[in-house]
């Protein structure tokens, strides 16, 4: 069975940080890419961060350029973090992260997504 799941979300102030993990299973993990997406409420998603599978390229959203950071655990060959750092009320939104198979551009698989909620 396929399985994305996100966790550590959470409640922060403005400033604070929150580290997210994405954890996979049940599909070949370093044939893919994995995304990070958001979504706020009333907003359409949109894409946050994104890493290779093959040469582990890094790409970010404007808005979180310099403040967010996405990475593969070396020791937890099947997770992905996004360390979110200088959080801002407009980064409250629902995360989620996704799997992209190497060569195609569609999202294949999706977690269920974890809150992230930045108070001023």
């Known amino acids: 069975e396929v399985q994305l799941v996100e966790s550590g979300g959470g409640s922060v102030q403005t400033g604070g940080s929150l580290r997210l993990s994405c954890t996979a299973s049940?599909?070949?993990?370093?044939?893919?890419?994995i995304g990070w997406f958001r979504q706020a409420p009333g907003k359409e998603r949109e894409g946050v961060s994104c890493i290779n599978s093959r040469d582990g390229s890094t790409s970010y959203a404007d808005s979180v350029k310099g403040r967010f950071t996405i990475s593969k655990d070396v020791a937890k060959m099947h997770t992905v973090h996004l360390q979110m750092n200088n959080l801002k009320p407009g980064d409250t939104a629902i995360y989620y992260c996704?799997?992209?198979?190497?060569?195609?551009?569609?999202?294949?698989?999706w977690g269920q997504g974890t809150q992230v909620t930045v108070s001023s």
């Open positions: 049940g599909f070949t993990f370093h044939d893919y890419s």
């Open positions: 996704a799997a992209q198979p190497d060569g195609r551009r569609i999202w294949a698989y």
